[in-house]
């Protein structure tokens, strides 16, 4: 992960790097049962056992009062379940809290922030929308040692009460006095604000999908963890007004791990992100270990997501022409001359794998072609020219051909299959062998 875009944490940083250099020049450190990647896995065995490093924040309930006003219910507490003083004086590191709240529109698929915020690129003067923590609400204790964090911001008025929302929550606990790291945990709970069970999920890529590569995927310093919290910020509206990028999440992420791949990157452009402080995130050198194409690496359904089918079921000119970002459906340029207004016919020809390999099935036409079986091509449907005869064919004149054009099977193929694929695929792969 790269070094954080966001926050207040450039001081710290600077804490940390002289942490570790103090730490590494304490002789004598014991094992201490943290992982090597944690600062605390260099420290004395004395204070760790004293301090217990590390942060667990869970959000336990939320709430939205009728005046809009939100709330999460949340226990603080260290990796072994002591529960934390958040001022920092009954037990070792301050520690904070800031929330986010979003509605998922019934009958949508997406999330809609309530802690949205218009900004302006001083690179452009363009404007846009983006989403952040409301961190000026207050944190107040409930008396059992779990707290109340009340944001700041509200739903706005005639919020729908029977829509799916989503909280969202990030703490950190700063240790830096005792010589270790800042720790960050975050949570997210779903709930009806008229306190009914929530029927309609967002669930379509889990986290565990992240982290068959990614080691316990987080970003913004640390501050956000889990797809689950990446989709309460990184919604449709959300964009980056300098270099005019999304920053919705299908969008962002598959253009991420396209990367070098892009058609736009291809031709030339970079792929960029201007984040906190003007700093700039180039992606156009991502070199994906994988085949961006294969889309089960994020889509399988064996990571357990309800909505894993949605990778085609609800194929959208966001979500495809992120990758495929040199595709104009407005015009059907590079889309074989078809128009696409909108999303609600894509699934009627993309559906998820159709009979040939290579078709525009999701599954055909992603598979690598260096995986197909070279010595089986029987699935070629074939092109058979037949009965063949020449009228005409005397000097001076202009000869008139005519001919049968059908399949192996003996069914008939329309010249207009031959501008198309996959009518263009059987002759290519038929005469390519
Ligand atoms: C097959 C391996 C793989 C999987 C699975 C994967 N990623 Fe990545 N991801 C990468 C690689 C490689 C990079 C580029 C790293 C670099 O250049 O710094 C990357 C970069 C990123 C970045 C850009 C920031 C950074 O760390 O450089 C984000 C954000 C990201 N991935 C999010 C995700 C999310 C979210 C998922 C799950 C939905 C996911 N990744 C799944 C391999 C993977
Ligand atoms: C609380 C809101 C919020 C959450 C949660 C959030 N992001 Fe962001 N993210 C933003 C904003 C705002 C930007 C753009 C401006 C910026 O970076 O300052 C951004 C930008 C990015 C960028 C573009 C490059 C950059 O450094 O700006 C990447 C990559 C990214 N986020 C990845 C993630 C991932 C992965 C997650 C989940 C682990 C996540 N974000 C969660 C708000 C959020
Ligand atoms: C590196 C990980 C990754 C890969 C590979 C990937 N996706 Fe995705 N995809 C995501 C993420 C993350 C989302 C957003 C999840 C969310 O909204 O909760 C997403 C969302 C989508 C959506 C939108 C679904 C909806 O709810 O509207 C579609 C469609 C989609 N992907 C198609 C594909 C296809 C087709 C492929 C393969 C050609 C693919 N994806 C490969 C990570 C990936
Ligand atoms: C994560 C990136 C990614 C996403 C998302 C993605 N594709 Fe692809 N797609 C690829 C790659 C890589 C190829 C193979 C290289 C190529 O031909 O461009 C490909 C090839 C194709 C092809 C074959 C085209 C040809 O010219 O060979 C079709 C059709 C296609 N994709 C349709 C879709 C549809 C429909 C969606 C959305 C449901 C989608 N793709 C989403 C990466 C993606
Ligand atoms: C009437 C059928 C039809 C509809 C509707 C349709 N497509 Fe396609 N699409 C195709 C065909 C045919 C191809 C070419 C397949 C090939 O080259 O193998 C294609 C190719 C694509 C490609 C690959 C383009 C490339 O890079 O070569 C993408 C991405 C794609 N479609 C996305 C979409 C999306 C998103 C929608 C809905 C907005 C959609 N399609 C609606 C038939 C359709």
Known sequence: MRIPPLGKSKGKLIAIFAVVAISILTAGSVKTGYAIRSKSAFGQSSIINFVRPGLVLKVLSASIGADGTAAAHVSLTDPKGLQLDPSGVNTPGPVTVACTVAVMPAGTNDFVSYTSFPVT??????SGTQVWFDEGGTLSPVGDGTYTYTLSMKAPSGFDVTA?????????????????????????????PNGAAV????????????????????????QAKGVDLCVMCHVQAASDPSSGNSLYLPVMVHKIHMGENLPSVQAGNAYKIYGYMGSVSDFSDVAYPSDPGQCATCHDPKYGATQSTYYYAKASIAACGACHDDVNFATGLNHPGLVQVDDT?????????????????????????????????????????GNLQV??????????ITFTLKDKSGNAIALSELTKSPGRLYAVLEFGL
């Open 199 to 222: 029927t309609a999920p967002h669930d379509v890529v889990r986290t565990a999908a992240c982290n068959t590569c990614h080691y316990d995927l987080n970003y913004h310093g640390g």
């Open 121 to 126: 690129s001083s690179v452009t003067g363009n």
């Open 391 to 400: 009228t005409n064919g005397t000097a001076g004149n202009m000869p008139t």
């Open 345 to 385: 016919q894509c699934a009627n020809c993309h559906w998820l794998q159709g009979e040939l390999p290579l078709d525009a099935s999701i599954k055909n036409a992603h598979i690598n072609p260096s995986a197909l079986n070279q010595d089986d091509w029987s699935w070629i449907p074939g092109m058979v020219f």
């Open 164 to 192: 799916t929302h989503r909280m969202g929550c990030t703490s950190s606990r700063d240790l830096t006095s005792f010589g270790m790291s800042t720790y960050y945990s975050a949570d997210t709970l779903d709930f009806t």
